[in-house]
């Protein structure tokens, strides 16, 4: 195969990953839209979704064993396509973790009966934010994007924190709403999850630009998250 060649399936592969990028994206938006408003029958259709994103991910993934087993990528080619195998997971997985929250939505009738607190809509607004910028960041190659999303991952983090206070106390003062607050404390961790993802996301394009895996380990030492 040419270069000229190459470079369109390269082209075609990471456009493959805008396009996953956005439906994932737009899942995200329906999941705040459906917690903010207790949309039971939205929650149902996000749900619905995830085996279409987990066959996306699959051709995707394809494509990339293809790529390598039959191109012979060069080292910065080899960088990209490595990074979008990598990122895939996480993509797949912030999906899940959006089907989770809805399951929950979707099972438990009582759920609807607490109003979303405040810190979970906003953690749930950052961490989209944030898997937005990561995927702008790898398909434009920006390096200074994708580090800004890594440093965004404290305010998950500290309204993840709030959340769970916030819920420890309804917990001890109402004992009625013992099974929403709960549930809230799951969907916190899902989203919390999901900022992690996005953090994963910009690692790999970090890496992907740079080739420099041991100076993003070095940086993420002080922030006690893993890389990959």
């Known amino acids: 195969m040419s270069r000229q060649a190459f470079d369109k399936e390269l082209e075609s592969l990471f456009s493959s990953i805008g396009a996953l990028g956005a439906k994932v994206e737009q899942i995200m938006d329906d999941t705040i839209r ?5 949309d039971v029958d939205l929650a149902r259709r996000i749900f619905t979704q995830d085996p279409d ?3 996306a991910q699959n051709n995707i993934e394809q494509f990339c064993v293809n790529l390598i087993a039959l191109q012979q990528p060069i080292a910065s080619d080899l960088r990209g396509i490595t990074a979008t195998l990598k990122m895939l997971t996480d993509i797949e997985r912030i999906a899940d ?3 989770d929250i ?3 939505m979707s099972t438990y009738p009582e759920f609807v009966n607490m109003p979303t607190p405040a810190p979970v809509l906003r953690m749930f607004e950052v961490a989209r934010e944030m898997f937005s910028a990561a995927i702008d960041s790898f398909m434009r190659r920006d ?7 890594r440093h965004r991952d404290d305010e998950v983090d500290t309204q993840f924190s709030n959340v769970i ?6 917990l001890q003062e109402d004992r009625t709403q013992v099974s929403q607050a709960t549930d809230y404390m799951f969907v916190a961790k899902y989203i919390e ?3 992690d993802h996005a953090t994963n996301i ?3 394009t970090l890496y992907a630009i740079t080739g420099n895996r041991k100076a993003m380990a070095e940086d993420q030492a002080g922030h006690s998250k893993p890389l990959g």
């Open 97 to 99: 973790q959006c089907a």
């Open 102 to 104: 809805c399951e929950i």
């Open 193 to 195: 999850r999901m900022g």
């Open 202 to 204: 910009a690692e790999w």
């Open 34 to 38: 459906a917690l903010r408003i207790h």
């Open 53 to 55: 994103i987990n066959a």
């Open 165 to 170: 206070l916030e819920m420890s106390q309804l």
């Open 143 to 149: 390096a200074a994007l994708a580090n800004q999303v």
